[in-house]
């Protein structure tokens, strides 16, 4: 870790834009200082100079897959590959991740903890932070069974959320209704009972841990609502004939505090296959449904944070995060909170806000540069001129 000095025209400081030029100081990985307007940089320290740039802190993609590599049925062949492979996966996908701006990471779902494992052997200050949950509690044959994480009843559901804080798992992740792309599942209908649910967010909370719900369902995002975890997936309010999520829902989400993730953004350059979009399209899950979502969730004010879902297939590679920013906005939502959910939000509800999510003195030196105002052109963000991971420059 060496010093290293950036200077802008303006930044984003994980709340709110600051122009009129910016010097920042990086440190030992952390950042050292923040000067606005024309401050002179120390003896000694190289400097990059952006002269229509913009700082912001590191972004935060709060619904990632690492062992998924974005191929087709990318989560469902999880099962077929050995380890050592998952491994390489797990560290391109995090390069993609970090080309892209990306700094820090939430995996919502590994292979039996794979994600875990690699974290204690491999962990390095050169890629992403990763806060990780390994294998998602799903019913028997339920979604994403074939990740190892699926359990029956109140003891069994105990029992696997003390397996992951013991795995040394950051956050648990319950498939509180089925998925689109686990064929079996019921999309519309909750996986576990309330009494099951509740059990886990019991032994979670006891044990530290927040819980977030994977939901489709509406009934999955009441339950999951009316039992209180701490964040909800996806919020799509499915029903038999179809997907809206209602007004009085998204004000009880605001009120409650719950962060949502909706997980949107996709490669605009990949077309979708017809068998996904036919599939989707059953759901009522269109494109125009989830923008509605969005807005719904947004305009009441609930807690959003940004995820992308990366590696789930071919439509959402790892580093796609930026297009579920451009989605945000495409969706009313004001660009600086669109920023905040892929920075301070998002270290808040990643467990890491006081070192992460802002750039302030103190908090760790992630940083993305770059060029012109992404509060007035959010497309910006979709060419990196600069990445800095603890301190260090590693892409740009």
């Not at 606005?36 to 912001?56: F, I, S």
């Not at 359990?151 to 798992?169: K, M, Q, Y």
């Not at 498939?175 to 064929?183: H, I, N, R, Y």
């Not at 759901?283 to 590696?311: F, I, K, N, Y």
Request: proline share 6%; glycine share 12%; net charge negative.
């Amino acid at each position: 870790m060496t010093k290293h000095a950036v200077r802008a025209a303006r930044m984003f400081d994980g709340e709110r834009l600051v122009d009129g030029g910016v010097l920042v100081l990086l440190d030992d990985g952390r950042i050292a200082d923040v000067h606005q307007g024309r401050a002179e940089v120390p003896a000694g320290w190289p400097v990059r100079e952006e002269p229509d740039g913009t700082v912001l802190p590191g972004l935060i993609d709060a619904h990632v897959h690492l062992c998924a590599g974005a191929g087709p049925d990318a989560l469902g062949r999880l099962a077929e590959r050995p380890e050592p492979d998952l491994d390489a996966v797990i560290e391109a996908s995090l390069r993609s991740h970090l080309a892209a701006g990306v700094t820090t990471v939430r995996d919502l779902g590994d292979r039996s903890g794979a994600v875990l494992r690699w974290r204690e052997r491999q962990m390095r200050d050169d890629l992403p932070t990763v806060v990780a949950s390994g294998a998602p509690i799903t019913s028997v044959g339920g979604h994403c069974w074939s990740m190892g994480g699926e359990a029956s009843g109140v003891d069994e559901i105990r029992e696997a959320v003390r397996l992951r804080a013991e795995a040394g798992a950051d956050v648990v992740k319950v498939m509180a209704s089925g998925g689109v792309f686990t064929p079996g599942t019921d999309t519309s209908r909750p996986q576990f009972s309330d009494r099951e649910l509740t059990a886990a967010l019991t032994r979670a909370h006891d044990l530290g841990l927040p819980v977030t719900a994977h939901a489709h369902a509406l009934s999955a995002v009441e339950q999951a609502l009316r039992v209180g975890v701490d964040g909800i997936e996806h919020c799509t309010c499915v029903t038999a004939t179809g997907a809206h999520v209602p007004d009085d829902l998204a004000n009880r989400l605001a009120t409650s505090g719950v962060a949502v993730c909706a997980t949107l953004g996709t490669d605009p350059a990949v077309v979708t296959p017809p068998e996904v979009v036919a599939m989707a399209a059953r759901l009522g899950l269109s494109e125009a449904t989830l923008r509605d979502g969005a807005t719904t969730l947004h305009r009441a004010g609930v807690r959003l944070v940004a995820g992308s879902d990366a590696g789930l297939g071919p439509a959402k590679p790892h580093g796609i995060l930026p297009e579920t920013l451009v989605e945000y906005v495409a969706c009313g939502i004001p660009a600086t909170a669109a920023l905040a959910a892929a920075t301070s939000v998002g270290a808040e509800v990643c467990g890491l806000g006081r070192r992460k999510g802002y750039v302030r003195p103190g908090f760790d030196a992630d940083l993305l540069v770059v060029n012109g105002d992404p509060t007035s052109d959010i497309t910006v963000l979709r060419r990196p001129l600069a990445v800095y991971r603890a301190g260090d420059p590693v892409s740009g």
